[in-house]
């Protein structure tokens, strides 16, 4: 009787025992979970700290610094999240942050690939309006190639009304030619033709100046000669 009851006494010590070495481990996989949150934070990493999540990661993975209020951790990803492109370097690959405006998501820090929610995406950039030469297509929310023009002339010269003097102000004007016509007809041509006022470098014609006087001159020359008697009436009279 004594001999069992030695024996149950050694059990329980050593359950008591065994229950104050697990303790510990237990506490700290509570506090690693309270710590890490959901996040699978040493999935994937070739160095994880206990406080700060993955510092390495393992080849072709991309470390992404999680930011939850005033604390950051890291995690090691295939494929970075939206508003990141990775970062390859041979001492660590990164998810770094697209700094393109109104981006979404890009391919490097200067190129995006997709932008936010009513822009428009043109050679890696996002634009609330496609540039001149490109129309907007609404079910990709890219600006595909639209009608394509040539360079703008000289502006030629200041006329009104067909002349180029006699007026205080005019217009000069410009044009350029449609090299590539759009895809689709629904895709406007931007202008091909603009004006803007001028001054003109002469108010006053000369040559219709000179023009004015001639004929003034020619009217009194006739004048003169309708008033001036002819020899036929001279003669005509001495015979009277």
């Not at 297509?137 to 006699?166: F, I």
Request: charged fraction near 30%; charge should be positive.
């Amino acid at each position: 009787m004594q001999f069992r009851l030695f024996s149950f006494a050694l059990i329980v010590l050593n359950c008591m025992e065994y229950s104050s070495c697990q303790a510990p481990s237990q506490r700290w996989r509570r506090n690693k979970r309270a710590s890490y949150g959901a996040y699978p934070i040493c999935k994937g990493c070739s160095v994880c700290s206990r406080d700060n999540g993955c510092v390495n990661c393992q080849p072709k993975l991309f470390l992404f610094l999680r930011r939850e209020r005033m604390r950051q951790y890291g995690e090691c990803l295939h494929d970075c999240p939206a508003g990141y492109y990775g970062m390859r370097s041979p001492e660590l690959n990164m998810c770094s942050r697209c700094r393109i405006e109104n981006c979404e998501s890009c391919f490097s820090k200067d190129f995006c690939t997709k932008c936010k929610s009513g822009f428009y995406l043109n050679k890696g950039r996002c634009f609330d309006k496609c540039p001149e030469g490109f129309a907007p297509l609404e079910d990709t929310m890219e600006c595909g190639d639209g009608c394509e023009v040539g360079q703008w002339s000289d502006w030629g010269a200041c006329t009104r009304r067909n002349k180029t003097c006699g007026f205080r102000w005019g217009l000069e004007t410009r044009t350029r030619h449609i090299v590539k016509k759009p895809p689709k007809d629904t895709i406007p041509c931007p202008t091909i033709a603009e004006s803007r006022r001028c001054k003109m470098a002469m108010r006053h014609c000369r040559k219709g100046r000179d023009v004015t006087r001639q004929f003034d001159q020619r009217k009194k020359r006739k004048k003169k000669k309708k008033q001036q008697p002819s020899l036929h009436s001279l003669l005509d009279l001495l015979e009277m």
